[in-house]
Antibody
């Protein structure tokens, strides 16, 4: 069974930094592109970032480009999202998600990031 | 990276069929077969219902079907059931190797 468990969400001040983690199990992690997607409470889904199976390709939404960095450790089945220069608009539930052939097919339950003074 | 356009809400009675549209551009929905649909119940993670425009993952009811014409994809749910009441989101791969989601549609089963 595919499992994705996010962690690291906390309350942080504007301008602060935070790193989210996602522990994956139940599939061959190193074979798959992985994504981060976020959702503001009561609102829709917003794609944030992706990293290819070997880390060779990383892409970002314009809203986070230059501030967020995605990475992975295939030896430990871990996905990361380093978030710098956080803004109140970054407040959201952050989901880790697995990709199969250009479709996001499994999601974690999310970790909540709150940016507030 | 503009969001795909979905109706904010749709409704139907048990047993009826409903269709949710998802309109993009030739750089996303119209240009690729990588269109997916997700169901999200309150407080839960999204669940994949349709991928590659019209394919169903194992375990998803055949009451759910997908299609595409030009820049618009559609999700049809037939034989509506109370458990189908949820938010539905479409998504598409884009020409810039990013993904884009629709704004979401709230389905109410009357």
């Amino acid at each position: 069974e595919v499992q994705l468990v996010e962690s690291g969400g906390v309350v942080v001040q504007p301008g602060g930094s935070l790193t989210l983690s996602c522990a994956a199990s139940g599939f061959t992690f190193g074979d798959h592109t992985m994504h981060w997607v976020r959702q503001v409470s009561g609102k829709g889904l917003e794609w944030v970032s992706l990293i290819s199976w070997n880390g060779g390709r990383r892409d970002y939404a314009d809203s986070v480009k230059g501030r967020f960095t995605i990475s992975r450790d295939n030896s430990k089945n871990l996905l990361f999202l380093q978030m710098n220069s956080l803004m109140t608009e970054d407040t959201a539930l952050y989901f880790c998600a697995k990709d199969t052939n250009f479709n996001i097919d499994y999601w974690g339950r999310g970790t909540l990031v709150t940016v507030s003074s | 990276q503009s969001a795909l356009t979905q109706p904010a809400s749709v409704s139907g009675s048990p047993g009826q069929s409903i269709t949710i549209s998802c309109t993009g551009t030739s750089s996303d929905v119209g240009g690729y077969k990588y269109v997916s649909w997700y169901q999200q119940h309150p407080g839960e993670a999204p669940k994949l219902m349709i991928y590659d425009v019209s394919d169903r993952p194992s375990g998803v009811s055949n009451r759910f079907s997908g299609s595409k014409s030009g820049n618009t994809a559609s999700l049809t749910i037939s034989g509506l059931q109370g458990e189908d009441e949820a938010d539905y989101y479409c998504s598409s791969y884009t020409s810039t190797n990013t993904w884009v989601f629709g704004g979401g549609t709230k389905l109410t089963v009357l």
